[in-house]
């Protein structure tokens, strides 16, 4: 298994490719470049838990490499 890596856009600095997110959300690159200026790149372990039911969530991810699963317990 190999990690997962994502920005997360809630604090820090990322020197990041503004042109390529620009292109990846088609934002211009004044709108993709204030997201990774605020955003840290993040390397996850395997079966590392992002999110949990019932907690709240003031993070955005945005996966640059890795595979991530959602399960919903009901």
């Known amino acids: ?5 994502a920005l ?5 600095q990322q020197d990041g ?14 709108v993709s470049s204030a997201i990774l200026h605020r955003a840290r790149q ?4 395997p079966r590392a838990v992002l999110l949990s039911s019932g907690k709240r969530c003031e993070d955005v991810f945005i996966m640059l490499a890795g595979r ?6 009901s």
């Open 42 to 45: 993040v390397d996850y372990p």
């Open 1 to 5: 298994m190999s990690l997962a890596t």
């Open 8 to 12: 997360d856009v809630q604090g820090g």
């Open 68 to 73: 991530a699963r959602a399960n919903a317990l």
């Open 17 to 30: 490719n503004a042109a390529q997110l620009a292109e990846a959300f088609a934002c211009t690159q004044d």
